[in-house]
């Protein structure tokens, strides 16, 4: 729990994704502010009206004349029923009149006399008017801003574009998967890959709760105060594949919400598990935004689509809510094509089944490659740090060639090279980074970085930059989390104060300068407590009196046992805390013994011309 509590503290002091929640709410609580045409009493009695109309002018221009007496009787009894209903005082006589009036279509349409309607069209505006006439006196809603909270909460999704729906979820499933990125730190290989799957989902899970709640409050809040809670009774009638579903706002409001927390929960955990499984960050987001455009489709819902039956066992099925809960206002679309049936219960665990799998199949790939590749690491490739016949390149150059090297514990080497000949790449193949290592062995202890977990952990790399590190967490977060991350108990204070780095520990790392940045990186490296320590250019933009505590800090740390790489371009510092030195040049390495007879910078000289 140790390691979700530390992504989760990063991913709380994201700023964009609070950004993208806001920005989330504030379209949801436009259906709160911004009218929002509904099915309601005032465009049915606009439609009542229009047709009464169209029926008196032409029954009066004699456009009926010689119809059957039968046809005629008809149509004077529906011009009654409209007169009733568009006369009515209260919203249940409204209904009743108008159930009647259904009805006598529905009677037309079965005997074959009203043309140009279906017996299921019919029917469903017989069970509308219905239920609405046995609620009793609801008020009149003809727009979402009229809605109260527990209506509106069903509505307000479908005022969405479905695309728009899952973008938060989205986010946060490329935001965990950033902030555990491998090239930052708790993207750290100490953590065994199927335990940072499972962990990484369980911070999903807790921000999609939050911001969902958060997202979903401001037009609750809104909705209520304007309007009120509303009656879970309400009633609402729709078309589900072909099917006429009865149901209340409570209801719908209650399955609207778990759906599309369910999708969230789903879209985040695939596009987290595909990033680390697939160690990209861009690949998950794309698996999973291939997902989410899917159901966007015009065919999708259809039952004669490619995918047909199993449709309604695919989690993509349920990201459209409304299509399947139902909600206020959607009476009006009648679909009569042939479409799937989808039950919101049977959804719910589809997603939940789905997602499940997803995260337990990640975790598991995840566990048996990480045995595999440990069962398929060298025995005992030597002591301490070990490069072997070892090829080196970036793109088309060369850097090293056929060359070998070998470091152990409690000892300080200093890695010298001009600018651009390969230091940084070097100290990244010796971490297990083997991109750049085209042929060749290196290994720690004799663990192969094939061994992730066991490599990691004998090893702390401390890049010049702030690649590790995030922007918004302050230095001692990231200090603690390194003593967490590499299970090794040592005062962050005491270690601030060893290096000068206490008078900004509670400073976000973006506010710190290039010297502070060095300072927190060797703070890093002296609290992993690793055997072996590779630190790339630790004393660049330090001052004089902090570049003497950092000195000491690397001395330190090799008395206590650590060997330790460090690469510079301070030559009299090199020449205080190095035993030797380790020059790169004509695509080879050349160890030098500290023997106080030549300086590193008399060495430079001797190797490259001059210092740089």
């Known amino acids: 729990m140790t390691y979700c509590r530390l992504v989760l503290k990063v991913l709380l002091r994201e700023p964009v994704l609070w950004a993208a929640t806001a920005s989330f709410a504030l379209l949801l609580s436009l259906s709160a502010l911004?009218?929002?045409?509904?099915?309601?009493?005032?465009?049915?009695?606009?439609?009542?009206?229009?047709?009464?109309?169209?029926?008196?002018?032409?029954?009066?221009?004699?456009?009926?004349?010689?119809?059957?007496?039968?046809?005629?009787?008809?149509?004077?009894?529906?011009?009654?029923?409209?007169?009733?209903?568009?006369?009515?005082?209260?919203?249940?006589?409204?209904?009743?009149?108008?159930?009647?009036?259904?009805?006598?279509?529905?009677?037309?349409v079965s005997s074959g006399t009203l043309v140009g309607s279906s017996a299921l069209e019919a029917e469903v505006n017989v069970r509308y008017a219905e239920a609405m006439s046995e609620a009793g006196e609801t008020p009149e809603y003809d727009s979402s801003t009229q809605l109260p909270a527990l209506l509106l909460a069903s509505v307000a999704p479908s005022t969405l574009p479905q695309f728009v729906l899952v973008i938060l979820p989205l986010l946060i499933g490329l935001s965990v998967s950033m902030v555990t990125d491998w090239r930052k730190l708790l993207g750290s290989s100490t953590v065994s890959?199927?335990?940072?799957?499972?962990?990484?989902?369980?911070?999903?899970?807790?921000?999609?709760?939050?911001?969902?709640?958060?997202?979903?409050?401001?037009?609750?809040?809104?909705?209520?105060?304007?309007?009120?809670?509303?009656?879970?009774?309400?009633?609402?009638?729709f078309l589900r594949g072909g099917e006429i579903i009865q149901t209340t706002a409570g209801q719908a409001a209650l399955w609207t919400a778990v759906l599309v927390f369910l999708s969230w929960l789903f879209l985040s955990s695939v596009c987290i598990c595909v990033s680390c499984v697939a160690r990209s960050s861009i690949a998950g987001f794309c698996c999973a935004l291939v997902l989410a455009l899917v159901p966007s489709a015009p065919s999708y819902y259809l039952s004669d689509s490619l995918l047909g039956f199993p449709l309604a066992y695919m989690p993509l099925s349920y990201f459209c809510p409304w299509v399947v809960?139902?909600?206020?206002?959607?009476?009006?679309?009648?679909?009569?094509?042939?479409?799937?049936?989808?039950?919101?219960?049977?959804?719910?665990?589809?997603?939940?089944?789905?997602?499940?799998?997803?995260?337990?199949?990640?975790?598991?790939?995840?566990?048996?490659?990480?045995?595999?590749?440990?069962?398929?690491?060298?025995?005992s490739l030597g002591n301490g740090i070990s490069l072997q016949e070892a090829t080196v390149?970036?793109?088309?150059?060369?850097?090293?060639?056929?060359?070998?090297?070998?470091?152990?514990?409690?000892?300080?080497?200093?890695?010298?090279?001009?600018?651009?000949?390969?230091?940084?790449?070097?100290?990244?193949?010796?971490?297990?980074?083997?991109?750049?290592?085209?042929?060749?062995?290196?290994?720690?202890?004799?663990?192969?970085?094939?061994?992730?977990?066991?490599?990691?952990?004998?090893?702390?790399?401390?890049?010049?930059?702030?690649?590790?590190?995030?922007?918004?967490?302050?230095?001692?977060?990231?200090?603690?989390?390194?003593?967490?991350?590499?299970?090794?108990?040592?005062?962050t204070e005491r270690i601030a104060e060893s290096v000068g780095a206490s008078d900004f520990l509670d400073?976000?790392?973006?506010?710190?300068?290039?010297?502070?940045?060095?300072?927190?990186?060797?703070?890093?490296?002296?609290?992993?407590?690793?055997?072996?320590?590779?630190l790339d250019e630790p004393l660049n933009a330090l001052d004089p009196n902090k570049s003497e505590l950092a000195e000491s800090c690397v001395r330190g740390m090799a008395e206590t046992g650590s060997g330790i790489v460090i690469s510079s371009h301070q030559p009299e510092e090199m020449d205080r805390i190095c035993d030797r030195f380790l020059f790169l040049e004509n695509e080879n390495l050349t160890s030098v013994e500290v023997d106080g007879k030549e300086t590193c910078r008399d060495l430079y000289h001797k190797f490259f011309g001059s210092f740089a």
Request: one cysteine or more.
């Open 393 to 491: 390149s970036y793109g088309d150059e060369i850097l090293l060639s056929d060359v070998s090297f070998r470091m152990g514990k409690a000892e300080v080497v200093g890695l010298i090279a001009p600018n651009g000949a390969g230091k940084t790449t070097l100290l990244e193949i010796l971490a297990g980074r083997e991109r750049r290592l085209k042929a060749g062995v290196v290994s720690i202890e004799g663990v192969s970085p094939k061994d992730e977990q066991a490599y990691a952990s004998q090893m702390f790399y401390a890049p010049s930059d702030k690649r590790l590190m995030y922007p918004h967490m302050s230095a001692r977060f990231h200090i603690e989390a390194v003593q967490a991350l590499y299970n090794h108990k040592v005062g």
């Open 193 to 237: 890959r199927s335990i940072a799957v499972l962990s990484r989902c369980i911070v999903g899970v807790i921000v999609c709760l939050v911001t969902f709640a958060l997202s979903c409050l401001p037009f609750l809040a809104i909705s209520t105060l304007k309007n009120g809670l509303g009656s879970p009774t309400y009633p609402i009638v």
């Open 325 to 379: 809960a139902g909600s206020v206002g959607l009476f009006p679309y009648v679909d009569l094509t042939p479409s799937i049936s989808l039950d919101p219960w049977v959804g719910c665990r589809v997603l939940v089944v789905w997602g499940a799998g997803v995260i337990a199949f990640s975790a598991l790939l995840a566990l048996v490659r990480q045995s595999v590749a440990a069962r398929q690491t060298r025995p």
């Open 34 to 108: 911004v009218p929002y045409p509904l099915y309601g009493p005032g465009l049915l009695r606009q439609v009542l009206r229009m047709n009464h109309e169209s029926l008196s002018t032409n029954l009066a221009s004699g456009a009926f004349d010689g119809a059957p007496n039968r046809l005629i009787d008809d149509i004077n009894q529906q011009l009654a029923y409209m007169e009733d209903a568009l006369s009515a005082d209260t919203s249940s006589g409204f209904y009743a009149t108008l159930a009647e009036l259904y009805r006598a279509n529905e009677e037309e």
């Open 507 to 534: 400073k976000p790392v973006r506010a710190l300068s290039q010297g502070m940045v060095r300072q927190l990186s060797l703070c890093m490296a002296a609290a992993s407590g690793t055997p072996f320590v590779l």
